[in-house]
Antibody
Framework: QVQLQESGPGLVKPSQTLSLTCSVS??????????WSWLRQPAGEGLEWIGR???????NYNPSLKSRVSISVDTSKNQFSLKLTSVTAADTAVYFC??????????????WGQGTMVTVSS | QPVLTQPPSASASLGASVTLTCTLS???????VDWYQHRPGKGPRFVMR????????YKGDGIPDRFSVLGSGLNRNLTIKNIQEEDESDYHC?????????????FGGGTKLTVL
């Protein structure tokens, strides 16, 4: 059973870069057939999709965050990563990694990490 | 891009039924929507996808038969019958839109379901 686990600093200073990693276990990210996404949920708000990467490194980003986001994949380490630059308090949220199939069928997010809380504060 | 509207809260008594609503913005009546159950401290869990014809594809792993969906017009609703304590969760609906550099997933604000 594939599992995802987020890791990274829980506290980031304003204007700095938020960096998180999602480690994939129970399966190889290189096997293909999936997009690997980052999402977040600020307290009291809904989910926000940040962006995704496939195993070739091709990415899509939420237009609202595109200028500050970079998502990459490291197949040798079986993980993918998020970098969000110039953070402010508005970026404080629980961050999730998740995967969804590349398919013409049901391509919903089928596996999620448990989430990691990131606070932006000096 | 579409906007999904969900009421912030809902409640139902143990053993009763409840319908959680998710409404698409005007002009997106052909869109399908995914429902996710989200318990505190865990990642969301896929429930099922709904279009105007009802469920699309399959239910998520371990989702009981008590969960069903109905789609009509701009509404993509999730109904839970015979509510159990373990159904108390946040429920999110989401959909994807666009392609290429304009691709995006969008979600509603989520509904917190309380079991009384």
């Amino acid at each position: 059973q594939v599992q995802l686990q987020e890791s990274g600093p829980g506290l980031v200073k304003p204007s700095q870069t938020l960096s998180l990693t999602c480690s994939v276990s129970g399966g190889s990210i290189s096997s293909g057939g999936y997009y690997w996404s980052w999402l977040r949920q600020p307290a009291g708000e809904g989910l926000e999709w940040i962006g995704r990467v496939d195993t070739s490194g091709s990415t899509n980003y939420n237009p609202s965050l595109k200028s500050r986001v970079s998502i990459s994949v490291d197949t040798s380490k079986n993980q993918f990563s998020l970098k969000l630059t110039s953070v402010t308090a508005a970026d404080t949220a629980v961050y999730f990694c998740a995967r969804h199939p590349i398919t013409v069928g049901v391509d919903a997010f089928d596996i999620w990490g448990q989430g990691t809380m990131v606070t932006v504060s000096s | 891009q579409p906007v999904l509207t969900q009421p912030p809260s809902a409640s139902a008594s143990l053993g009763a039924s409840v319908t959680l609503t998710c409404t698409l913005s005007s002009g997106y009546s052909d869109y399908k929507v995914d429902w996710y159950q989200h318990r505190p401290g865990k990642g969301p869990r896929f429930v099922m996808r709904v279009g105007t014809g009802g469920i699309v594809g399959y239910k998520g792993d371990g989702i009981p038969d008590r969960f069903s969906v109905l789609g009509s017009g701009l509404n993509r609703n999730l109904t839970i019958k015979n509510i159990q304590e373990e159904d108390e969760s946040d429920y999110h609906c989401g959909t994807d839109h666009g392609s290429g550099s304009n691709f995006v997933w969008v979600f509603g604000g989520g509904t917190k379901l309380t079991v009384l």
